[in-house]
């Protein structure tokens, strides 16, 4: 063995980098390389003064070297824990007190520690190694032509016409995560949303009231709609598990035949990894300053440590609640284009956690009550829509498309109430249609445990209708119809405005690989 893996005691070093270098080799097509650096030199900055102390007070540097390893095991793993036991905060007290014990014996002891130097070298080193392998290993890139999409012939003769950009339309295409149907608002929440919907109707829009998701699950959801097609029609028996999916989340085709026809493409940053950037956006709007970094990424390395009791409290909250407003008021003011404008952005306000009231007034106002519910995060999403859309048509210099989706309807989670009554089961790949009733009882369900494949019908019916609203002005748009799906809604909008010759899909809901990646805003 080395002189060195023998004698130094590098171990705690090489340890605190570990976790942010495994998260990230689980996670390669999700999160960029910049996530993975900065967990890391955040690990090393927590450990440098750990270190320091831990000298000072053992005076010997192999005691401060496993003190500081102890520190780093004990801090790295709770979360971990934490999230697969789903334990209260009050574990980390007792927790704590482990690694205080430990470390008195670490101190206490006058046993010669120079013996646990190269095991506890070469187990780091072997972890970081294997991490970084995971890391380095070649991957080759999907080439666009083998993305297996359908009527590509159609994408290249679109992108040969030259439009004049003078009366091409800007184009919205705003995702709501888990916007309920009105249907299900109505049957499950005992919600009537006939105001709102009246709103949309009478700035133009076309209501799909029996419209249904692609995919009961985002990123698949997402990708289906933003490449026109079904993602398992377009690969067949090939692979499409999660590095494809989110290739074509980020390099989607309506992006490059939009950009083909001379459109800047606006980015608005969400902090569901998947599309909370693009780098093949013209322009990523997003927060300022820290604020850019936390994303999925971000907050589940946080929530790997210790620190996972206090990530809800003080950092996804306060995000979100100061993260929502901002996204709708960077709508509002699009920067400039030179021509068209096509601006998408991925709205979590009727996702969990709840943390607006049906005014958008804080939890932790006086007076207020501690927990909202769903109907409130949809209440308030329809005063920021309403305020908004009204904003986009008063403010355009040209024909405004507007488009409002949401990926998926709610699922069955801690803090969704449903209702003690009997709901109409909807059914058909057409729209909905009278079906056995079911009783539904108020029941709580654990979201990590929640498995699609284990759903029942009633479960389905809860998250499989969406919101589909779109304001195609200055074409004719009948069309449309009540069940369209969102994996046609471009392939109309290009065949009004632009001459193009898409065949429309049949509208279903189709199920989603096991082999995916379970994703936070699922």
């Given at each position: 063995?080395?002189?060195?893996?023998?004698?130094?005691?590098?171990?705690?070093?090489?340890?605190?980098?570990?976790?942010?270098?495994?998260?990230?080799?689980?996670?390669?097509?999700?999160?960029?390389?910049?996530?993975?650096?900065?967990?890391?030199?955040?690990?090393?900055?927590?450990?440098?003064?750990?270190?320091?102390?831990?000298?000072?007070?053992?005076?010997?540097?192999?005691?401060?070297?496993?003190?500081?390893?102890?520190?780093?095991?004990?801090?790295?793993?709770?979360?971990?824990?934490?999230?697969?036991?789903?334990?209260?905060?009050?574990?980390?007290?007792?927790?704590?007190?482990?690694?205080?014990?430990?470390?008195?014996?670490?101190?206490?002891?006058?046993?010669?520690?120079?013996?646990?130097?190269?095991?506890?070298?070469?187990?780091?080193?072997?972890?970081?190694?294997?991490?970084?392998?995971?890391?380095?290993?070649?991957?080759?890139?999907?080439?666009?032509?083998?993305?297996?999409?359908?009527?590509?012939?159609?994408?290249?003769?679109?992108?040969?016409?030259?439009?004049?950009?003078?009366?091409?339309?800007?184009?919205?295409?705003?995702?709501?995560?888990?916007?309920?149907?009105?249907?299900?608002?109505?049957?499950?929440?005992?919600?009537?949303?006939r105001e709102f919907l009246g709103f949309l109707r009478t700035r133009g829009f076309y209501v799909a009231g029996d419209s249904r998701c692609t995919y009961a699950r985002t990123h698949m959801s997402l990708a289906s709609s933003l490449n026109m097609d079904y993602i398992d029609r377009a690969?067949?028996?090939?692979?499409?598990?999660?590095?494809?999916?989110?290739?074509?989340?980020?390099?989607?085709?309506?992006?490059?035949?939009?950009?083909?026809?001379?459109?800047?493409?606006?980015?608005?940053?969400?902090?569901?990894?998947?599309?909370?950037?693009?780098?093949?956006?013209?322009?990523?709007?997003?927060?300022?300053?820290?604020?850019?970094?936390?994303?999925?990424?971000?907050?589940?390395?946080?929530?790997?440590?210790?620190?996972?009791?206090?990530?809800?409290?003080?950092?996804?909250?306060?995000?979100?609640?100061?993260?929502?407003?901002?996204?709708?008021?960077?709508?509002?003011?699009?920067?400039?284009?030179?021509?068209?404008?096509?601006?998408?952005?991925?709205?979590?306000?009727?996702?969990?956690?709840?943390?607006?009231?049906?005014?958008?007034?804080?939890?932790?106002?006086?007076?207020?009550?501690?927990?909202?519910?769903?109907?409130?995060?949809?209440?308030?999403?329809?005063?920021?829509?309403?305020?908004?859309?009204?904003?986009?048509?008063?403010?355009?210099?040209?024909?405004?498309?507007?488009?409002?989706?949401?990926?998926?309807?709610?699922?069955?989670?801690?803090?969704?109430?449903?209702?003690?009554?009997?709901?109409?089961?909807?059914?058909?790949?057409?729209?909905?249609?009278?079906?056995?009733?079911?009783?539904?009882?108020?029941?709580?369900?654990?979201?990590?445990?929640?498995?699609?494949?284990?759903?029942?019908?009633?479960?389905?019916?809860?998250?499989?209708?969406?919101?589909?609203?779109?304001?195609?002005?200055?074409?004719?748009?009948?069309?449309?119809?009540?069940?369209?799906?969102?994996?046609?809604?471009?392939?109309?909008l290009f065949n009004l405005y632009f001459g193009a010759h898409y065949p429309l899909l049949p509208d279903e809901t189709r199920a989603a690989s096991g082999r995916d990646v379970t994703d936070e805003s699922d």
């Open positions: 063995m080395p002189k060195g893996l023998r004698e130094s005691s590098f171990y705690p070093w090489l340890f605190s980098l570990f976790p942010a270098l495994f998260l990230y080799s689980h996670n390669l097509d999700e999160a960029p390389g910049s996530m993975a650096l900065l967990a890391s030199a955040l690990s090393l900055a927590l450990t440098v003064p750990v270190w320091l102390a831990a000298r000072a007070l053992a005076r010997d540097g192999q005691r401060a070297a496993l003190l500081t390893f102890l520190f780093c095991l004990m801090f790295f793993t709770y979360g971990h824990l934490g999230n697969r036991l789903d334990l209260p905060p009050w574990v980390l007290l007792p927790w704590g007190a482990a690694f205080l014990v430990m470390a008195a014996m670490v101190l206490l002891t006058r046993r010669n520690l120079s013996g646990w130097i190269p095991g506890l070298n070469l187990f780091a080193l072997v972890l970081v190694l294997s991490a970084a392998a995971q890391i380095a290993w070649p991957r080759p890139q999907v080439p666009y032509h083998d993305l297996g999409m359908t009527d590509l012939r159609e994408d290249a003769r679109l992108a040969a016409t030259r439009p004049d950009r003078s009366l091409l339309p800007d184009i919205y295409y705003l995702i709501l995560d888990r916007y309920a149907n009105a249907k299900v608002l109505a049957a499950l929440f005992g919600f009537d949303n690969r067949g028996k090939k692979d499409f598990g999660k590095r494809y999916v989110y290739h074509i989340l980020k390099d989607f085709r309506v992006q490059r035949v939009l950009k083909s026809l001379g459109y800047t493409y606006f980015h608005l940053e969400s902090w569901w990894q998947g599309v909370w950037y693009n780098p093949f956006a013209d322009h990523n709007l997003g927060g300022k300053g820290i604020d850019r970094f936390w994303n999925d990424f971000f907050q589940k390395f946080v929530g790997t440590t210790a620190l996972q009791p206090f990530v809800r409290p003080l950092l996804i909250i306060p995000r979100k609640r100061a993260g929502i407003p901002r996204q709708f008021a960077q709508l509002e003011r699009i920067p400039a284009a030179k021509g068209p404008r096509f601006v998408f952005a991925h709205i979590m306000t009727t996702h969990r956690p709840y943390v607006f009231g049906p005014k958008g007034e804080d939890s932790h106002d006086p007076g207020q009550r501690k927990e909202f519910t769903y109907i409130d995060q949809v209440r308030y999403t329809n005063t920021l829509l309403m305020r908004t859309v009204s904003a986009l048509l008063k403010s355009a210099s040209r024909p405004v498309v507007i488009i409002l989706q949401s990926d998926e309807g709610p699922k069955p989670g801690p803090k969704v109430a449903l209702r003690k009554r009997k709901m109409i089961i909807l059914q058909s790949d057409e729209g909905p249609k009278p079906g056995p009733k079911v009783a539904l009882r108020k029941r709580k369900w654990r979201t990590s445990r929640y498995l699609l494949e284990r759903e029942t019908h009633w479960q389905k019916s809860m998250h499989e209708p969406i919101l589909n609203a779109m304001a195609f002005p200055g074409v004719d748009t009948s069309v449309f119809y009540p069940s369209i799906s969102p994996v046609n809604t471009f392939r109309v």
